[in-house]
């Protein structure tokens, strides 16, 4: 077999119908090689399925450079120089960006800001709020 037959045999493992499956690694390739926070900052309220979609890549990536394997090794497709997410509580989100609590509780429950749920509560890297904050023309 050639190598572009190959390679569309392997991808048609990804594709299922019109949908393809993007694993969390890939996700977090995307976000550290292919500045996929600015595209979504970028493009945000233009087609809410698209939104999604690029928020749903976010947040697999965030969670996949979170996770640690059972030996305690960080994932082999983390970018090595990238520095460990730190995450923060919707009230310093808040403070960094001059609004209430519950408007940042709202962003994240719109998908208007990329974060996770850890025990009911939201959590918001930091990375990912600095880039929502540029896309706002913040400081």
């Not at 077999?1 to 392997?10: E, G, I, K």
């Not at 305690?72 to 960006?97: H, K, N």
């Not at 996770?116 to 706002?136: F, I, N, P, T």
Request: net charge positive; charged share 20%.
């Amino acid at each position: 077999m050639d190598r572009r037959a190959a390679v569309n045999t392997s991808a048609a493992r990804y594709l299922h119908g019109g949908v393809v499956i993007v694993p969390a690694e890939v996700a977090a390739w995307l976000l550290a090689n292919g500045d996929l926070n600015r595209l979504r900052v970028a493009t945000r309220g233009a087609d809410p399925r698209r939104d999604a979609v690029l928020m749903a890549l976010a947040m697999a990536a965030h969670q996949h450079m979170t996770v640690t394997s059972g030996d305690g090794c960080r994932s082999a497709m983390e970018p090595e120089a990238a520095a460990p997410l730190e995450w923060m509580s919707t009230t310093q989100a808040a403070d960094q960006l001059g609004v209430t609590d519950r408007a940042v509780r709202l962003a994240c429950q719109l998908g208007r800001l990329a974060a996770r749920q850890v025990g009911g509560r939201w959590q918001v890297s930091r990375a990912v709020l600095d880039e929502y904050q540029r896309g706002k023309g913040g400081t």
